[in-house]
């Protein structure tokens, strides 16, 4: 085995982040954005990416797309903002930052893993904190929690993945304030941000000093660019300076950027897709509603849960079943207690609903 000599043990103890195969399937298992750029815009990009010098390392269009972003999110005054490949860099680089002997990292789960992931890969300890069964946060224990870790990063996803709801604002006010008493941040994590009714940017901006120590995480991925690989980051213009020297110098290429300034130029088309997206949430959310033996959650981002009725793999065993019938969704059923039973569906398409709706009834039936 002297080959692995040399290999971190913990990551050989590791399991991957796992992306299922997808192929031929109607995919609504990740929260992307369903629809395609329109045509004459796919020539329009074509024609620009076409031009972009890529024999160039990335420079000024770097600070462009940065620009772009400022005014198109609001860029609150006196801050400043870095960009991530994708929000799961910023989320590592994060990590980096507070690599402090001892230092720790705390989120509700169930959650978005990569958290989890990276605070370990980096050699920070891990606090999961559950949710509540109704996926509201638990104060007592977040703040019990916090109180006795003092952890160096709290993430807040608003809206949560996978539970698709906004916690309590009064609550996470709070939680923010004693994780600000001894210096620690706090992480806004709003990469569902196109979908949700509520912002932590209204707080940021009504009260400034309140979150002073509150990094608003974005991303374009649930945007519409998932595959462009664009996060963001807000916070403090002194802060900001000093987590972007971890930055690889040129963790965006020029092709990304290019493609994040044609999109936020034509960010009118995402917005409208966006609310179609909506439109269907509360669609498809209705039909779900009906059916006897599924339990769907209220969402305020481009997924929903349900919870199906019947013994402990019933899940399991539709999820299988809809996989047999070309519908891929997330079985979360075993990702942590509060989501027994459970299956994560993103909004997709109308007619990629409706085929879910319909492999769902036959199932079910
Ligand atoms: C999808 C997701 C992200 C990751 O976004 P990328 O920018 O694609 O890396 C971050 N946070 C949450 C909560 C997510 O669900």
């Not at 519409?224 to 807000?234: D, H, K, N, Q």
């Not at 040129?250 to 909506?278: G, P, R």
């Amino acid at each position: 085995m002297s080959y692995l000599k040399h290999i971190r043990h913990d990551l050989q103890d590791m399991q991957a982040y796992t992306v299922q195969n997808a192929t031929g399937m109607v995919k609504l298992d990740a929260m992307e954005n369903p629809h395609h750029l329109p045509e004459h815009l796919q020539a329009l990009l074509g024609e620009r990416l076409g031009k972009v010098a890529i024999n160039r390392y990335p420079g000024n269009r770097i600070d462009d797309l940065k620009q772009a972003i400022a005014q198109h999110a609001g860029l609150p005054t006196g801050q400043s903002l870095m960009l991530g490949n994708g929000s799961d860099e910023l989320i590592s680089l994060l990590s980096m930052a507070c690599q402090l002997p001892g230092a720790s990292v705390l989120a509700p789960e169930p959650g978005f893993v990569m958290y989890a992931m990276s605070a370990k890969l980096q050699g920070l300890n891990y606090i999961p904190v559950s949710l509540r069964d109704d996926f509201e946060l638990d104060e007592p224990a977040m703040s019990e929690a916090i109180g006795k870790h003092q952890p160096a990063i709290v993430y807040l996803a608003y809206p949560n993945n996978p539970t698709a709801n906004l916690w309590d604002a009064d609550v996470i006010r709070r939680l923010i304030a004693q994780v600000s008493s001894y210096g620690g941040w706090v992480v806004m994590d709003e990469a569902y941000q196109p979908f949700s009714p509520n912002t932590w940017l209204h707080d940021i901006q009504r009260d400034p000093q309140a979150n002073a120590q509150v990094l608003l995480m974005r991303t374009l991925s649930k945007f519409g660019l998932a595959g462009v690989r664009i996060g963001y980051m807000f916070g403090r213009t002194e802060v900001i300076a000093h987590l972007d020297k971890i930055r690889p110098p040129y963790n965006v290429s020029v092709l990304n950027a290019e493609c994040a300034l044609f999109a936020l130029s034509h960010a009118s088309v995402f917005e409208q897709q966006a609310v179609d997206i909506c439109r269907e949430r509360e669609r498809v959310s209705q039909q779900l509603a009906a059916m006897k033996s599924v339990t769907v959650y209220p969402s305020q981002a481009n997924m929903f849960l349900i919870r199906l009725h019947g013994d402990v793999d019933i899940a399991t065993r539709v999820f299988e079943a809809l996989r047999a019938k070309h519908i891929l969704v997330k079985n979360v059923s075993k990702m942590h207690p509060v989501l027994h039973h459970c299956l994560r569906i993103t909004v997709g398409t109308s007619s990629e609903n409706d085929q879910f709706l319909s492999a769902l009834k036959d199932v079910l039936a």
